[in-house]
Each structure stands twice: as structure tokens, then as C-alpha cells.
């Protein structure tokens, strides 16, 4: 499908997403500005110091923490590999006694009956996850990538980063998401519904190994659900019963069947909860993979993300050149847009998002 089509399809125009990917500590970025990335493609990578375990001896053994180093049967500072006896005693009462190590590691030190495990360093490789062309480097960190495609960003997320085969199962954006509709079949993918209340969505997306879903909203009473299950869920309205905002919905309808990369609770780039379908480079033209995105302008329609007008779109009509009062009587810099019925109103900037 050429880029024409995608937009005839109400593919967003969306031609630049900057993805900040930062390295959990300070590693080496090993490509170069104006490369050209696939999403495994390692862009940074880091040594990051192995897991700290502090093995409680005294009282597996039974003695005193100031006995714990007469029992020990490795030497401080020795690497031993997983599974190695680190200590052990036998009495005639209670047999044997031993405590093992739960991974390969450095006996680092013993005390307060305590022997510390350090496991060994670990390589850390940062991929780039989306395809695109490299525009900004951020030494020992990481890099930003422009990539051609669609973005979409939620008010509440969980869960880690995954990518799967985007996958629509309602029709509407105010249809919910019913547990029946969820099978083995959609195996390693992220479904997308409209409003979330059966907690057996959950669990039946937990059991069939779907990587993630996305709706307009969901119960409040889910929210731990979701976290216990490790689940990548987005919600892109708020709580309750909101529809999915009708272009978001058509945006993600038109994506059916494209692999998209789903961020739960926070991107990255440290941008909250957000979902990025890339356009493959090969249906991008040169000039428009480094398009800059285009900013809220007077006639542009525009998301709002916070109550009390969450999940409506609505269209500015005025750009106030100084920071106006808010409806909680603050004051911030942002729009003056029209509601669908007509009526105007003040929204910060900060509560909302443009749509293509």
C-alpha cells in the first residue's frame, strides 16, 4: 500500500516521531546521525551492574551471624556458578542444612549472618524498535529516531514495552470488549477495543500470550488487575465508560493487521503510555521521513486528555498569546477551541494532543 493510500485510508499523517531511547546507566551509542535503523538493529549498548542477593545463612544453618564465616565453603571474592553450595552444616538432629547460590556470581562479602551475592555484569543492548533515520545522539545515553508512522498516547497505562500485530475487535469506539472475542488465535498481538469492564479480558489475555491492548477506557476497579498480570494495557480516554475518540479509533481501525510497538507505563522517552505504528521505510518517500510534525494551529483539531472535556475533539479556534485562567482557576498557556455543540472554551495545552 503506497503512502497515498494509507492516507485515504485515514492512516494519520504523523511523518516524524522523535523516540528518546535512554540507557539505564552510561553506556555507548554505536550508531551515527542520518543512519538508517530496523527495530532490531542495536543502537546503544551498556554494562550494567549485576543484581545484589543477600543470602540469610544464620538462620537457614541455624547458627549465630557471628559463626556464619565458619560454615561458609566458598572464598569472599571467588565467582562460582549457579546452583554452587555457598555454605552448609549437619547435625545429628536436624541432618543437613545448606544454602545455595540462586544465580552465577562473586561471594562479595558475609555479614550480620548475611553472605552477599553480586551476580555478574550484564550487557544491556538498546534496539532501535522502530525503522527510521537517526537525528540526534545523546552521548553514553542513547538517540532520538524519526520514523514515519502513527502515534497515539494514553491518559493511564501498565506494563512494559512489547510489539505485536495491532488487531481491531470492535466496531465502534463505545463497544465493549467482551471476553468471548479474546482466543488463542490472537496469540502476540495487541488488541484494540472501546470500553473495558470484564476483568476476564484480562485473564483470558494473560492466558493466550496476547502481548497488549488498547481501549477508550476501562473500569477504575481494573487498574491492579492489569498490574498483577503484567499486562501492556493502554487506556486513551480515562475511566468509566468513554468512548475512544472516533479518529483515534478510525486511526487504529485503518492499522489492522500492521506490527506496532505498544509502551505501557511509561515510553522510553519517558512520555507516559503511547502506541507508535511505524510506516515501513520502502512505503515512505526520502522527503518525508524527516516532516516535522505539525503543531496545534488555529483550525487544527485537536484531543483533549483531561476533565472535564476528556476524549472530546475538538477544533481551535484561537491561540492566546499569554496565559489564560483555567476552569480549576489556574492559570496556564494553551488554546481556545470549539466543542463539538458549538461552545468555546479555554483548555491548557498541556491537556491536549493534535490530531492529523
Do not use: K
Not at 479480558?201 to 487498574?223: E, K
Amino acid at each position: 500500500m503506497t503512502s497515498l493510500a494509507l492516507r485515504e485510508a485515514r492512516f494519520a499523517p504523523v511523518t516524524q516521531i522523535i523516540r528518546r531511547r535512554l540507557l539505564p546507566s552510561s553506556g555507548e551509542v554505536v550508531v551515527h546521525v542520518g543512519d538508517r535503523v530496523q527495530p532490531d538493529d542495536v543502537v546503544a549498548q551498556a554494562t550494567v551492574e549485576g543484581q545484589l542477593a543477600a543470602l540469610d545463612v544464620a538462620s537457614t544453618l541455624g547458627v549465630s551471624a557471628e559463626a556464619v564465616g565458619r560454615y561458609c565453603q566458598v572464598d569472599l571474592g571467588t565467582e562460582v556458578p549457579a546452583g554452587t553450595l555457598l555454605a552448609s552444616r549437619r547435625s545429628w538432629l536436624r541432618g543437613c542444612r545448606e544454602v545455595s547460590a540462586p544465580f552465577g556470581g562473586v561471594a562479595e562479602r558475609v555479614e550480620d549472618g548475611y553472605l552477599f551475592l553480586r551476580q555478574r555484569p550484564q550487557t544491556f543492548a538498546l534496539r532501535a524498535a522502530v525503522p527510521g533515520v537517526v537525528v540526534e545522539q545523546y552521548p553514553h545515553r542513547g538517540v532520538a529516531i524519526a520514523v514515519n508512522g502513527a502515534l497515539v498516547r494514553g491518559i493511564w497505562g501498565s506494563g512494559d514495552e512489547v510489539q505485536g500485530i495491532l488487531a481491531t475487535m470492535v466496531a465502534s469506539p463505545s463497544e465493549e470488549l467482551t471476553w468471548e472475542r479474546v482466543g488463542l488465535r490472537y496469540r502476540g498481538t495487541i488488541i484494540v477495543g472501546g470500553i473495558l469492564e470484564d476483568p476476564r479480558v484480562l485473564m483470558r489475555a494473560r492466558q493466550f500470550r496476547l502481548v497488549g491492548i488498547v481501549v477508550g477506557s476501562m473500569l477504575p476497579n481494573l487498574h491492579g488487575l492489569c498490574q498483577r498480570l503484567g499486562l501492556a494495557v493502554m487506556v486513551t480516554e480515562g475511566m468509566g465508560r468513554i468512548p475512544m475518540a472516533e479518529p483515534v479509533f478510525e486511526l487504529l481501525r485503518a492499522c489492522h493487521g500492521r506490527s506496532a510497538l505498544l509502551a505501557g507505563s511509561e515510553s522510553q522517552g519517558g512520555t507516559g503510555p503511547e502506541l507508535i505504528v511505524p510506516l515501513p521505510m520502502s512505503e515512505a518517500s526520502e522527503d518525508q521521513a524527516l516532516t516535522v510534525v505539525r503543531p496545534i494551529q488555529v483550525g487544527g483539531r485537536v484531543r483533549l486528555t483531561r476533565a472535564p472535556y476528556v476524549g472530546i475533539v475538538a477544533e481551535v479556534v484561537a491561540l492566546p498569546g499569554a496565559p489564560q485562567e483555567t476552569v480549576l482557576g489556574t492559570h496556564a498557556e494553551g488554546a481556545l477551541v470549539r466543542l463539538p455543540e458549538g461552545r468555546r472554551v479555554f483548555v491548557p495545552f498541556v491537556n491536549m494532543e493534535p490530531l492529523g
